[in-house]
């Protein structure tokens, strides 16, 4: 346990510390996702424009004008559903993620997400870089060297990785026919959901045991100067084996923290029926600093698996190089 807080508070205050890398990431993030937001949002007023519905979403969402929009919505405009807004549109995220639907819907949503991933996994090394070596001045001229750095290491590391979450997702779709057949002939909904749910949270710890393996890996080509990232791969992944209490106990305590945050949210969050600039643009910063928290957690997450890692891996005077890196040959018992 003293682990684990350990690693977290050294993430906090490493993270509380890189104010102005925060603020650059989150404002790469609002760029990234703004054209798609502003294609939605454009036909969405053209939708409203031309049709009375747009006073009675003031007072709720409208089912009524939600099926003509529908009927008539072609590519990105039938991603729009009524609970995209608040934190239903998070749970969405994150459901679509379990199952794999993420990866089957409409093209263009697929690829903003690959291009959202491809974007975060640019400028995770240069994140990491600062994290490792915080006695170095900041700039952005050496962040994005750093990204520049490690980026073709990481894209490589996310190709390997490709395999393994398909591995699980074709898991999932066979558990889930599993649990049909099996459940077939049972009319008791507790059991039905019982299986359901048993099925779903093995998928859920598959899926976080590949991501996490492969954050440990990011860290150990960062931290250790590794060139393989098969050998990366196999570092995190015998890490996480090593030592799984303390990195599934960091993982879950961040992530109540994270829910914890999705539970304020969903309460404080404003409804569809917002009237005028003020509630609006109210309810657009309230969405904003959500956003701000969830970019903050992942960067939280991600400073204190490294503190965890270094905890478990000492480096002594200086971060420890790999032997690949340091062009040694690695020493073996006679």
């Known amino acids: 346990m003293r682990t684990i807080l350990d690693a977290c508070g050294d993430g906090l205050t490493t993270t509380a510390r890189a104010g102005k890398l925060m603020a650059g990431l989150l404002l790469l993030n609002f760029i990234v996702a703004l054209p798609a937001a502003w294609a939605l949002g454009s036909s969405l007023h053209d939708s409203l424009k ?175 100067e590794r060139s393989s990232v098969v050998k990366a791969a196999w570092r995190g992944f015998r890490f996480v084996v090593a030592h799984p209490w303390p990195v599934l106990g960091l993982a879950l305590g961040l992530g109540a923290v994270s829910l914890a945050l999705l539970g304020v949210y969903s309460w404080l969050a404003p409804g569809p029926a917002q009237a005028g600039w003020v509630t609006v643009t109210l309810a657009f910063l309230a969405g904003q600093i959500y956003l701000g928290a969830k970019v903050f957690m992942k960067i ?14 000492p480096a002594g005077n200086g971060e420890r190089l790999s032997p690949e890196a340091s062009g040694q040959e690695p020493l073996t018992a006679p």
């Open 50 to 224: 031309t049709s009375r519905a747009g006073e009675g979403l003031r007072q709720g969402f409208d089912m009524g004008w939600y099926g003509e929009y529908q009927a008539a919505a072609t590519g990105l405009e039938k991603t729009f559903r009524p609970t995209v807004m608040g934190a239903g549109a998070f749970l969405d995220n994150h459901e679509a993620w379990a199952s794999g639907e993420l990866w089957r819907g409409f093209a263009g949503l697929v690829a903003v997400g690959v291009l959202f991933a491809l974007t975060w996994t640019f400028l995770l090394g240069g994140v990491l870089d600062r994290f490792i070596h915080p006695e170095r001045p900041f700039s952005p001229a050496r962040y994005f060297a750093s990204c520049g750095r490690y980026a073709f290491r990481f894209y490589r590391l996310a190709a390997l990785s490709i395999p393994f979450y398909y591995l699980v997702y074709k898991f999932f779709d066979w558990a889930y026919g599993k649990v049909d057949s099996l459940t077939r002939d049972i009319t008791s909904e507790s059991t039905l959901l019982i299986y359901s749910l048993g099925a779903v949270a093995l998928t859920v710890f598959l899926l976080h045991l590949v991501q996490i393996s492969f954050s440990y890996a990011k860290i150990a080509i960062v931290r250790e």
């Open 300 to 313: 939280w997450l991600l400073a204190s698996q490294l503190s965890l890692y270094r905890q478990f891996t």
